[in-house]
């Protein structure tokens, strides 16, 4: 039980970083053009906040002409989801059902809250208690944002651009225990800040992660040193 509570509080945690950032969500969305209704339904059924925000900031810079690359932009960000899909599915089991609403519900805070943890009930735990939590939790302050955006302004004044990463740095924290899981992180967050400025949204995120599969893949940092073998001095002093 204190395991499960753990999972819990640590699930609640990214919960509330998450649907904080909502807000911000809801106050560009409106501010780009889109109405209300528009914004809403966005968050409920697109429900991917990188994506979302890809799809508000293109659509921002060139209105309707610009509806294509705003879709395009975000879909290609949302390709993400599908490796979280095939590493999510022996999780979750069950029937078509189950996993069609899991589905919904994958996204990079469920993900890295299941991952984390080691036992595969406590897995399930954080997993569902992040995504439906971030489900309800992104909707409702969605429309707050969208209805107080005026009155808000600038979310980038209150800091919510950040609440999502803070929440993604805390989990991935206690994870940098090994030189190759920091050349790992280093690698993707040097890639990605590098390509931000010059591709288009979703490209640097998916180069980043190939650049942290290569590295990982070959374990550069992580080999145990090799050892010499030594002379038993019991059989030698034997002989």
Excluded at 127 to 137: E, H, K, L
Excluded at 153 to 174: E, I, M, N, S, V
Aim: neutral net charge; charged residues 10%.
């Amino acid at each position: 039980m204190t395991a499960e509570r753990e999972v819990w509080r640590e699930a609640l945690g990214v919960v509330l970083a998450t649907s904080a950032y909502g807000i911000s969500f809801g106050a560009l969305a409106v501010a780009s053009g889109l109405d209300v209704w528009q914004t809403c339904v966005l968050s409920l059924l697109m429900f991917t906040g990188g994506s979302q925000f890809a799809f508000v900031g293109v659509f921002t810079a060139g209105g309707l002409a610009a509806l294509p690359s705003a879709v395009a932009s975000a879909a290609l960000l949302g390709v993400r989801n599908v490796a979280y899909g095939m590493r999510m599915s022996p999780l979750v089991g069950g029937g078509p059902v189950r996993r069609a609403a899991a589905a919904h519900f994958t996204i990079d805070e469920s993900t890295a809250v299941a991952i984390s943890q080691t036992v595969p009930r406590l897995r399930q735990v954080g997993f569902w208690v992040t995504g439906i939590g971030i489900f309800v939790g992104w909707n409702i302050t969605t429309l707050v944002g969208a209805l107080v955006g005026d009155v808000l302004g600038d979310p980038r004044t209150w800091g919510l651009d950040a609440a999502a990463a803070a929440a993604f740095l805390a989990l991935l924290w206690p994870r940098l225990k090994q030189r190759q899981a920091i050349a790992v992180g280093v690698a993707a967050a040097v890639v990605a800040a590098a390509l931000t400025p010059f591709l288009m949204p979703g490209l640097p995120v998916l180069i980043a992660a190939l650049v942290a599969i290569v590295v990982g893949w070959f374990n550069w940092l992580g080999r145990p040193p090799q050892q010499t073998p030594v002379a038993d001095s019991g059989a030698e002093e034997g002989a």
